[in-house]
């Protein structure tokens, strides 16, 4: 630098030109400097890193001094003198950077910063309501100072600009989705929950992503409860607004309060001339979550209402399954109720004909003939006569080697079993079905008491995309885990994988033997829990109530805080509920359930069950 300035000076003195080559030395001087200046700037951001304050406040009040610098310092240089207090300091800076630079809309809420940092509230709010009222009709404007409220946490601001902008533009529903951010950031759930209408109204196909952002912020019963209301008044209000009323079915399918939920969707399904699809989703939705009472109802509709339809075919096929797993689940099961299930869909095969959608009925008949009948041949004759079916979807036929290989499994082959399962996990590789497949090898790994197989496929299981399958895997994978530690030889986890099998096999009288007698060799294994709940369970399916509910209290009361404490004492409520009708009692389980298991998986549906038997659904 000193080089170029005497050369100027040299160059000067002799006449020589000097123009072009002082503009140069100019450009450098001025490179040099603006150097100089960010290497003061960083020195200056470490000074407040290492809290020597006074040190940056010295070095920033020297850059300030070069207007240009204001821009490179100003948010670090601010933000200094408001957290140290030095208020003044920062009112005439800002008056300064404000006069330099009128048209920069950050230094002048910045300036309204100085007074809330005071606790100054009606004079930042006489000044912000000024600025917020000079700049509402420029909605560039509007957004950038919103979101420069949003993050100085001046969030109130931030809506009053929204507000206001809406007002001169007379449109209600502008910035709906930045209002509802704001809202939801305040707690504010009624105000957000109206500007997520207001944003869906903008255009109805916003409605999925609303519908996910609801799912991530309505929480809590209470949370859930205001939604609901809000929808039910919509829908009075605006009765031809349909957005209404697709997210009051879908505030009734988080709630599992699935009759309602139909009620919707049939008005809805009527107006808008939908041929049942959407019903039939509610209705599958409302089956896969046991809810089978109202899935009947729901199917049973659209078989009056849709007939020569291919919904109607669905629907009378869905009705008896769902039909079958009310009878699967009501015990002791009835074999005249399977044989009654069997005729009812060998009678819609014939009245409608062996098609894609009634080639599941075929599958459901080998399935009871094998499992509640104990008829493994006509079984087996039914599943290989699917597999050869003409044209028939792969997944078909994969599901139907699966079931042929738990047959198989049933009946003592296991090779055959396994042979069958690999097949399938070989060709569906990454597929839900695929998964599947290894889930069964797993399961026959362990029945014979190949731990470390068994684990090595349920490890890869546990990532699988489906979450059934992945909660299955990470079951069997952890009643492996914990009951192998203290016993070296496996010997006790062995026979109780024998008698896992025996269970598997409808062999429920030996498999209780054999439980009683492994919990009389092992009285200190750590395996005792999971004997219990296997009684229990066995007892439940052979009608003997009280001795399971027996079992299942000596779970929660001796291994409660264990994995299987809250499944034990939701399995109670749901015995006093649906098996022996006291639902006083039932009630009482559940309620206790909620303030001993408050963040358990199951917490949501002893909830819902709860409020039903309370009449809150009537």
Partial sequence: MYYIIIRCIDMLKTGKPVFNFCILCAFFIQITLQAQNITDIQIANQYIQQGENEKALLLFEKLEKNNKNIPLIH?????LMLMTGNF????NYIERAIKRYPSNLYYKIDKGLIFVQQNKNEEAKKYYDRLINQISEDPFKVRIAAQHFSKNQQLEFAAETYRQSRKSMDDPTAYAIQMAGIYRLLNKKEEMINEYLNYTNQNPKNIR????ILQNVLHEEEDLELFETMMYDKVQRSPNNMIYNELLIWINIQRKNFYSAFIQARALDKRKKLNGVEVMELGRITMVNKDYKNAVRIFEYLINEYPGTPNYQIARRLVISTREEIVKNTFPVEESNIRTLINDYRELIKDVGLNQHTIEAL??????????????????????????V?????????????????????????????????????????????????????KLSYYRGDFALAQSHLDILKMATSREIANDAMSLSLLIKDNTQLDTGDVIMKRFADIDLLIFQNKKFGALDALEKLKIDAPEHPIVDEIMYRQAELNLEMGKFEMAISLLQNVVDTYGEDILGD???????????????????????YQNFLIKYPGSSKAAEARKRFRILRGDFL
């Fill in 363 to 388: 599958r459901s008949q080998a399935l009871l003939y094998a499992f509640y009948l104990n008829e493994h041949d006509s079984a087996i004759m039914i599943l290989k006569e699917i597999v050869q």
């Fill in 567 to 589: 499944d034990a004492l939701f399995l109670i409520g749901t015995i006093y509920e649906e098996q022996l009708k006291e639902k006083e009692k039932a009630k009482e389980v």
């Fill in 390 to 442: 003409p044209r028939i979807s792969k997944t078909i036929v994969d599901k139907s080697k699966l079931d042929l290989g738990d047959i198989y499994l049933l009946i003592g082959e296991p090779w055959e079993s396994t042979l069958l399962y690999s097949q399938v996990e070989k060709s569906s590789k990454e597929t839900p079905i695929g998964y599947e497949a290894k889930l069964r090898n797993a």
């Fill in 209 to 212: 992503s609303v519908k996910n």
């Fill in 75 to 79: 948010e670090s240089y601010f933000q």
């Fill in 88 to 91: 003044q300091q920062a009112e």
